[in-house]
């Protein structure tokens, strides 16, 4: 039995059927009722949705809630540091790890 194909694209904005490819994508920042996209090549976009909105179609694909204001791609992760709570993704960028969501993210990567 073949399993239904999970597309590769995400949604963003309906209204002008925006879709962006999720290997593109870095990681969101959730900002109240905004979130921004941070994708490859220093590019981003802000989007009038919560981060919740999103999370729901981007955890099953291999994106981690690492914080209350952040969801990362994994496979743009370089490094996690256990000791400070920061995760480094490839383009140098730094985000903080909540406390809570520690050993979930250990557990993934690890």
């Not at 490819?21 to 990681?27: C, E, F, K, V, W």
């Not at 949705?49 to 981007?58: I, T």
């Not at 981690?64 to 994994?74: A, E, F, W």
């Amino acid at each position: 039995m073949l399993l239904p194909k999970i597309p590769q694209t995400l949604l963003i904005n309906a209204r002008q059927n925006r879709r962006v490819s999720l290997d593109q994508i870095l990681y969101l920042e959730g900002d109240i009722n905004y979130t921004h996209f941070y994708f490859q090549f220093r590019k981003r976009t802000v989007i009038a949705h919560s981060l919740k909105h999103f999370e729901a179609d981007l955890l099953p694909r291999g994106f981690l809630r690492i914080h209350r204001s952040y969801i990362v791609n994994s496979r743009f992760v370089q490094r996690v540091n256990l000791l400070e709570n920061t995760l480094m993704l490839v383009d140098g960028t730094v985000l903080r790890i909540a406390r809570r969501r520690i050993k979930g993210i250990t557990e993934f990567i690890f």
